[in-house]
């Protein structure tokens, strides 16, 4: 028992974090399915559940434990499962199996008009389509003060271009990074962007480092003078700036001004989302868009909406906020249509509805590395319908 237990808590683990083959997941699969006793199954997955994450839990303990538990009571051929007076009730396996991985790989605590539910399935169906939308990865243009662009992810590494006495290198590692020269010239204004399915890092002039999601822009001075370190964002990136208490960095994004001396903070500032969101991670940052202002500590963040008004928001999950820098979707709590906003931008699709959005609250995380079939299959297992034809994935009623 103890060899079965070792290797489900890697088979676990390699599904939680996205990056089982498809062998192992099918191994995964078996080994909840054939357990010889219920009693065995639900040791198994105890045992696997409480040693899943290696980073914390992803629940608090007690709805960790009404997840699990549910989980363990649900009839496949019902939506809300039935109340039991013990864990050894007989189930079927397939639907047990299907909600637990469901649950390990992309999260099943669903809310549905009020009500707490896990839907499992009978079968796990893999979907195939022709043309499977691929997960996004480095890519960016650089376009420089005279207006040449520069493709980063198909240019070579080393020496792209010099503006004045600031040399601009690209790194092994896909990494842009903006050195200054000892001679003092006039500043000019590079933009960094990055397409739907792109995503990039750079550091800056002063040693700052921006990572910059997909569908967003940057732009900043090739070396930074005066009384302030100013740069521009669209869309959403997450900095880690260089601290320098007489040059105050400036993030401006619209009529919106984040300040820092020297911090850790991620910004979401998409037009095609409803608020700009401010989280902080270290330091201290001030927000202000000229009606309203707000100063965040860490865990903190700040949600400014079209209409102007600012509100801060305490004891955030920061996981939550930046886990797509570390190639993950992670959600808590997130409709589908937030879910598929985020889908859209990075597998460079689009999305349509058949007829009114599901109302379906999902928390779980699973890696971005996937294409975009196994993203929306994680979603299936939950009772989402849909289709993927080319570049456009339809949520079905």
Known sequence: MSELYARLDYLFHTYYNGTATPAERDELFEIINSSATDAELASLIHHAWDKLDDHGPLFNRSKSEDMLMQILRTNPEQSVAAPVKNNNLPWRRLGVAASFLLLVGFGAYIYSNQKKQVVAKKNIVKIHPKNDPLPGGNKAILTLANGKTITLDSAQNGLLAQQGTTRINKTRNGQLVYETGTNVDAPVINTISTPRGGQYQLVLPDGSKVCLNSASSLSFPTRFTGKTREVTITGEAYFEVAKNPQMPFRVKSDNTTVEVLGTHFNIMAYNDEAEMKTTLLEGSVKISNGTANGILKPKQQAVLNKAGRLKVLNDVNVDDEIAWKDGIFQFRD????????????????????????????????????????????????????????????????
């Open 334 to 397: 997130a409709g589908i249509d937030a879910i598929m906003r985020q889908a859209a931008r990075w597998y460079d699709v689009e999305v349509a509805y058949e007829g009114k959005i599901p109302q379906r609250e999902f928390t779980g995380r699973i890696s971005r590395n996937v294409k975009a079939s196994e993203l929306m299959s994680m979603l299936g297992y939950a009772g989402v319908k849909f289709k993927i034809e080319d570049k456009r994935i339809t949520i079905q009623q």
